[in-house]
């Protein structure tokens, strides 16, 4: 199975500051056949289900503000959120989606500072 | 708009069995893969199975084979979890979740039902 590990466990940002969380592969999720990583990040607020972020680790999803940048490729990836606003608080998690099965990290807490 | 809504959620014993349904609404059900995602109290997001449009490729978790299975009736635009075997570490919230991005199975899930809870307790 594909591990994956972020990092940090938790982050606290003051408001308008930048914050970065690190997402790791035990194993590539890069497919040389399409040249794509499979890799997305979510968002969860409490009491709601996940909300994709970005897929192919830096497409992002319709709706999801420009704030929010995913980068990365092969084991190592990032999402950052260049000016955190208020309602940004949640758990993040990224998930490979490039072999079964399809594991997520533990999840980074985003409070504000 | 794309709707899951789960249901069969609940209170049961250990050893006993339970059967998940999620029900989609406003998309070409059976173009898409299906998956079931849980998520234990507090705790993080583990995928547990997945299903393709035309259910030729199924895969679980090491932590359910053998207990939990996965199908889908196209026909009534419908994904199942059948669980035997329940153990107080099941309990979680289950979620089902699709790509309408594309129909292949390895692709992000854009949308996400609300879950349903299940409960393993004597």
């Known amino acids: 199975d594909i591990v994956m590990t972020q990092s940090p466990d938790s982050l606290a940002v003051s408001l308008g500051e930048r914050a970065t969380i690190n997402c790791k592969s035990s194993q590539s999720v890069l497919f040389n056949s399409d040249s794509k990583n499979y890799l997305a990040w979510f968002q969860q607020k409490p009491g709601q289900p996940p909300k994709l972020l970005f897929y192919w680790a830096s497409t992002r999803e319709s709706g999801v503000p420009g704030r929010f940048i995913a980068g990365g490729s092969g084991t190592d990836f990032t999402l950052t959120i260049s000016s955190l606003q208020v309602e940004d608080v949640a758990v993040y998690y990224c998930?490979?989606?490039?072999?079964?099965?399809?594991?997520f990290g533990q999840g980074t807490k985003l409070e504000i500072k | 708009e794309v709707r899951l809504v789960e249901s069969g959620g609940g209170l049961v014993q250990p050893g006993r069995s339970l059967r998940l349904s999620c029900a989609a609404s406003e998309f070409t059900f059976d173009d898409y893969a299906l998956h079931w995602v849980r998520q234990a109290p507090g705790k993080g997001l583990e995928w547990v199975s997945g299903i393709s449009y035309n259910s030729k490729s199924i895969a679980y978790a090491d932590s359910v084979k053998g207990r939990f299975t996965i199908s889908r009736d196209n026909a009534k635009n419908s994904l199942y979890l059948q669980m035997n075997s329940l153990r107080a570490e099941d309990t979680a919230l289950y979620y089902c979740?699709?790509?309408?991005?594309?129909?292949?199975?390895?692709?992000?899930?854009?949308?996400w039902g609300q879950g349903t809870m299940v409960t393993v307790s004597s």
């Open positions: 998930q490979q989606y490039f072999n079964t099965p399809f594991t």
């Open positions: 979740g699709t790509s309408t991005h594309s129909s292949d199975y390895h692709d992000a899930f854009n949308v």
